[in-house]
Each structure stands twice: as C-alpha cells, then as structure tokens.
C-alpha cells in the first residue's frame, strides 16, 4: 500500500506540475513585461501591422514576366491565394497540425515539448516561427533564448488577433530561408523547380517545406539523398493527417527528385545587359525619391519595388536566340579568317592595354608589384574558364594568352523599338554578361559608316530633291580649312553614268553622297541629325558624309524611328512606371515626342531604303532570308571592316544592329567578309523571322502608311523628268 500511494502521488504531482506550469509562465511573462524586461524590445504597433523584411525588387516585361531582380536576399511576398494547397497541407502536416484551432500558442504541443524535455517537437507553432523570423536576431545565451522565447509567445499572439490564419501562412512562407539565395517560397520555388508557388505538385511542396528544418542539409540539389529521405518524411506526415491517401502514398513516395534547379542571379537569364543598364537609372531615381514609410530614400535591393518595363520577353529572347545563332558562325569565319596569324602584329599596344585594364593587374599594382613580377604572373599558366559559343571551357592557360583570346571575339549591340510608342522591346548588348560587362547598345559608340548616310540625304528630300534626280557618279573633292584635299571614293572602285538618289542610297554609294555634302555642307547633316536624336559629339567636317562619327546603336535606332513615325521622333524608353511592394504606383513614364522632318520627307525615306533591299545591299533578306515583309533599311560598314551594321525599319519596329571586335585594329580583312550585310544584318533577318513566325505578337503586315496629302514628287523613275531637261517635268522636286 505504501508504494501504491507514492506511485499516485508521483502522479499527482506530475499532473499539477503540468498544469500549473502554463500559469507560472504566463505569471512570469506578465513580471518581466511589468519590469520592462522585455517590452522594451517587443514590436510597436506599427511594426505588427507592417512587419518588415528585405524585399527583392522585380524587373517586369511588358508581357508580365519577371525578367530579373535586384536584391540583398532574393525575396519576393506572395499572397495566401498565390499558393497551391499542397504546399499548405505540407506545411500543417509537418509544423503545425492544430495551426487552424489555436491562437497562436498551442497548449498540447508545449506541455509535450515540457514533458519530452524539448525532444521529438520543440512545440514552436507556425505562427510563433513567424514571429521568431520577422522580430528576432539569434540569441547568445541559454538567458536571452528564454527570453526570446516568452517574447514569441506574446508576439505570436499580437500576430494572430491582428492576422487570418490565411495571412500568417502566407507570411511566415515569405520569411523563410531555403538556401541557394532563395528567401520565401516564390524564390524557392523558381529557383528548385522553375515553377510558381501555385503551380507546386504535392511531391514538389514536400521538397520545399522538408527544407525548412535545415536549408543547407536537405537542399536538393546540394544533398539529393539527404533531400529525398526529408521529402519522404512530409509526404508520410501528410498521409498521416488524411491529406495523402492510403491508396496513393506508396507511389508518390516511390517518385524521384525531378530539379529544374537555376540559381536566380543578375548573370543569368533574360537581357542580363538590359538590367544592368536599367539598374543604374534605377539607383539614380532611388536617391531622388523618398520611401514616406521609412523617411529616407528608396532602397533598390530591399524595398521591394516593382519595375514595369517595356521588355517584350518573346521579343528579347527571339532576340537572343538570333545572336546566337548568326554569332556563333561568324567567330568561326573570324577564327579560320586569322588563322595562326595575329591582328596585332604591327600593334602590339593593344595587348598591352588589355592587359592593363584587367582586374588582376589591377590588384598587382595595386598591391606593389613590379613589372617584372606581373609579366611573370601573365606569362604563367593558371587555371581559366574561357567562354565560346559552344559552352564554358575549362582550361589551363596563361593571362595574356586569355587576353589574346578574347581580343579576337566578335562583339555586337542589338535594339528593337516601337516607333510610335518609343518603347524598346528588345535590347542585347553584348555576346555574355557573365565574361563581357561593357554595353555595346547605350555605353559603347561605334563609327556608324553608311548607317549615317540617310541624314544626308534627309536633307534633300527636305530642299526638295526627288528619291529619282540623277547625279553624275565622278569622284568629288573637297578643299580642307588645313589646306589639304580630300576626295572620297566608291567602295568598288567603279565611276561614270548618272545614278539617281534612290539607287546612290541602295549600293551605299560614295561619290553621290560627296555630291550631297558638297550642296549642303557638314552643319545642315548635323543640324538635321540632331533634331532626330543623335547626341553624341559630331565633327563639322565633310567626312562625316560617310558616316565618321561614333554613336549609340540607342541612339541610331531611335534616330530612325523618325521615319517610321511619319517625321516624328520619339524617345526611346524602357520604363513605364515603378510601383511600391504595395502596388501603389511611384511614378509613370511617357516618351517625350519631337516633330523633326515632314510627314512627307519620312515617307520619301522609306521609299529610297527601301530600295536598299529592293536591289541594294540588303538583297539577301528578300532573297537567302525569305522576308516578305516591307523593309526599308541601311547597312553600314566602316574604313577596314572594323564596324558593321544594319538598321532595319518595318511597319511597327525599328531596330538596328552594331558588329565588330573590341579594338577597331582587329577586324576582317577583306570587305566581302567584314562588310555589314554579313556581320551585321544577319542578325537582323534571324530575328525577324523569328518574331513574325510568332502569331501571339499578332504583327502588322501592311505596307507603310502613305501620307494623306498628295506627294509632291513622283516615285516611279520611269516616269520622272530631270530638272533642266527640255521636257515637262513631273514634280517640283527642284
């Protein structure tokens, strides 16, 4: 009997221990928060109703994609609805079975947490993980935890009378970690399975929750094993709770692991150089604007903004594919082209430059070295990942050897824009973000070579000339302020007969441009071509006839957009507006517009390039690229084939193309393999046939839009009169 009644009070005073202990806690809660123990260091308010973590800001295309983001951690909030259900019933089964009947603080889970000693459950619920995400730091001492600890359970409680259940969900998903710079469920989601949170399958959820005891241990791609033995155990915890059933169980556990796993960062992905160049605007228009709910400046990395842009996804990636493919055959041309012979035989300065702009003769500089030990360093063999557009290589090589390699690797620039809107709807500025950081569409300028000849001949239409008034092809010389002459000459070498405008224009022909600039003088071409866009510096002289001066392919497509648009220039922009994390919009842009040539001139413009593809250099996209389409447009090939180019004009877009190597002294050799109908246009053709395959773009396939007023001059040659001749003349072109 003795024993029978220690056994009973043993008991007893397990129960009582038990029970009481939820009100010696509380008791004690209630002291501390009187001393100010821990009030001090308890959310406000307004911290409650806005909890703060770093939001990742998205960059969006036109067509709702997200192209890519800016971030500390790479976060993005989503929704309740914005998840699938799989994920939620995960989520209950393996944190938080009773999360829908308590108030934040579960009791039967934390009198088994007091009676297990903290084994097998710590009976933390999903709402008070929330509170531990969003408020607290990790602790140093045994101290601080249990502090911490009671702090969660008031915060837990504060989140659940202000929170649905839904919310709290959606919110602790957006806080929590899944290693590989995946923060919150959106992130992880993309990142893992390239999937939205809505779109997960139950074996998929399971991956991603089974992550959550231990990001590193169990990440999929890192410990597949490890990962898998996890997933199975949130699947079993799901049958368990009736959310799997006994009939499907056994085959979904059977499943493998199936990753489409990409590490979200700035290198990959879509218009990697476009975002680049969009970021710097970006952390401009940040320190110009303040956030009214911090009271500083906004943060591009945590404020999670959203940036609509006027990126068309498919029209950028056509875009991509297209450099790629023309690209990859023309470095092979170059390659064979130079063989075992080196561009800069007689210019040795240009690996020498090269190598001093490079990062690790920068740090040996910077860190003493002598110029002997950095020859040595660039002379030795190292380890190297080169790119090629057959994939990475991984090789050993020395520095300047590197440096060798990349000097002979074809560069390019491509836009693409809507003339009307002045929306740019494709940009690549380069072959490879990750080895080629400099943007060759906006930072780099080139000499634009015959791309440049259409200003000119802007000119005459606007005095009046017709696209069919006859010039003589004789070579032109122009006397020079330094007492010099200079006479340009024709490509081919070929002089005699009359040429009229129209045909001077399609064969790029030199000498009926130095007829041009002889009428109207370097001032009225530069005039003319800044009221069209062109900024950059231009040099009075009657060489820029032949297309001397160094620009933007931004700024020669915008340019062009002048003759598109019936006359009117319009500013190429790629923004439309920036919202907050809240959807509330910051700011809207709108292109700024300028009436810079008649309706008339533009349209005479798209007469006289169109001739270019008709029977000029531009043949090939009639004839090799089968395009049907109307195309005006002008190719553009610079002293030693250092630049070639293409700009292109239809009925919705303009866009232009820049081809070349890095140093204009590395080139092809020959005119018939560097000329820009080889480099250049190519590139254009490939993408148009891309994008007018492509139905859901639902492109225009009309002709050019005449203007409503009758031309004053007539476009059919045949039936033109010369001024001066003794027979009635058609037009007033004179």
């Given amino acids: 009997m003795p024993k029978s009644k220690n056994k009973f009070g043993k008991y007893l005073l397990i129960f009582w221990g038990l029970f009481i202990t939820p009100f010696l806690l509380l008791i004690i809660i209630m002291f501390m928060a009187s001393k100010g123990w821990i009030g001090e260091q308890l959310p406000s308010f307004e911290e409650l109703e806005n909890p703060k973590s770093n939001l990742a800001s998205e960059v969006i295309s036109s067509d709702q994609n997200v192209l890519g983001k800016y971030y500390v951690e790479n976060r993005t909030n989503i929704h309740y609805y914005d998840l699938s259900q799989n994920v939620v019933n995960a989520l209950k ?10 108030s934040g603080i579960d009791p039967k889970g934390l009198l088994r947490a007091v009676f297990r000693a903290g084994k097998a459950g710590g009976g933390s619920t999903i709402t008070q993980q929330l509170a531990k995400n969003l408020f607290h730091e990790k602790p140093d001492t045994k101290t601080e935890r249990v502090i911490q600890k009671l702090q969660e359970w008031i915060i837990a409680i504060q989140l659940e009378r202000r929170y649905t259940k839904e919310e709290i969900i959606a919110m602790y998903l957006n806080t929590v970690e899944f290693s590989s710079n995946a923060y919150g469920i959106k992130s992880a989601s993309r990142t893992y399975f390239n999937q939205t949170p809505d779109s997960l399958s139950v074996q998929e959820a399971a991956v991603l929750i089974g992550m959550l005891q231990a990001p590193t241990r169990f990440n999929p791609a890192r410990n597949p094993d490890r990962a898998l033995a996890r997933r199975n155990i949130v699947l079993s915890q799901m049958n368990k709770y009736d959310f799997i059933s006994d009939e499907h169980i056994d085959s979904i556990i059977a499943l493998p692991i199936e990753l489409n796993f990409q590490v979200e960062d700035h290198n990959f992905g879509l218009a990697t150089y476009f975002r680049e160049s969009l970021r710097n605007d970006l952390l401009k228009w940040c320190k110009e604007h303040i956030n009214n709910a911090t009271g500083k400046p906004y943060n591009l990395y945590t404020d999670g903004l959203k940036i609509y842009t006027t990126i068309d996804s498919r029209m950028q990636r056509y875009a991509e594919e297209a450099m790629r493919e023309h690209m990859t055959e023309i470095q092979k041309k170059f390659t064979e082209h130079w063989k075992n012979k080196e561009p800069w035989e007689d210019h040795r300065e240009i690996l020498e430059e090269g190598k001093k702009r490079s990062d690790r003769y920068i740090r040996m500089k910077a860190a003493g070295a002598s110029t002997k030990q950095i020859d040595s360093a660039f002379a030795a063999k190292t380890k190297m990942q080169l790119f090629s557009w057959k994939g990475d290589i991984d090789t050993i090589i020395s520095p300047m050897d590197s440096i060798k390699y990349f000097k ?53 239409m606007q005095e009046g000339y017709s696209p069919c008034y006859k010039i003589p092809n004789i070579r032109v010389t122009f006397d020079l302020p330094t007492g010099d002459q200079w006479s340009p000459v024709n490509a081919d070498g070929k ?37 069209m866009g062109i900024t950059s510096p231009i040099d009075p002289v009657p060489a820029i006839c032949l297309g001397t001066p160094d620009v933007s392919v931004f700024e020669m497509v915008g340019a062009y957009s002048t003759f598109a648009n019936k006359g009117v220039w319009t500013q190429p922009i790629y923004l439309t507006r920036i919202e907050d994390k809240n959807g509330n919009i910051l700011q809207e842009f709108v292109p700024r517009k300028v009436e810079a040539i008649s309706e008339e001139t533009a349209y005479l413009m798209l007469s006289l390039m169109q001739g270019v593809v008709q029977f000029g250099t531009g043949g090939r996209l009639r004839g090799q690229y089968k395009l049907g389409m109307p195309i005006a447009g002008k190719t553009g090939t610079t002293q030693n084939q250092s630049d070639g180019w293409f700009m292109g004009i239809t009925p919705e877009l303009v866009s232009g193309c820049w081809v070349g190597c890095e140093d204009r002294l590395v080139h092809f050799r020959t005119l018939e393999l560097g000329q820009g109908a080889r480099t250049a246009m190519p590139i254009w053709a490939l993408y148009m046939q891309k994008l007018y395959a492509d139905k859901s773009l639902n492109l225009y396939k009309g002709d050019f839009e005449a203007p409503k007023d009758p031309l004053n001059v007539i476009l059919d040659c045949d039936k033109y009169v010369q001024p001066g001749d003794n027979k009635t003349s058609f037009d007033r072109d004179f």
Avoid at 93 to 102: L, Q, Y
Avoid at 412 to 440: K, T
Avoid at 503 to 530: D, H, T
């Fill in 93 to 102: 089964a393996t944190e938080d079975i009773r999360f829908e009947d308590h």
């Fill in 408 to 460: 002979k690797m074809l560069q390019l620039g491509f836009m693409s824009m809507e003339p009307q809107s002045g929306y740019i709807r494709a940009w690549v500025g380069g072959n490879d973000y990750r080895y080629f950081q400099y943007d060759h569409v906006k930072e780099g300028k080139r000499q634009v070579g015959s791309t440049f000849k259409p200003f000119l001949y802007t000119l005459a």
């Fill in 495 to 531: 002089y005699g007969g009359m040429l009229t405008l129209k045909e001077g224009l399609a064969e790029s022909v030199n000498a009926i441009s130095a007829y041009l600039m002889k009428q109207f003088g370097p001032q009225a071409m530069i005039e003319i071509a800044r009221k």
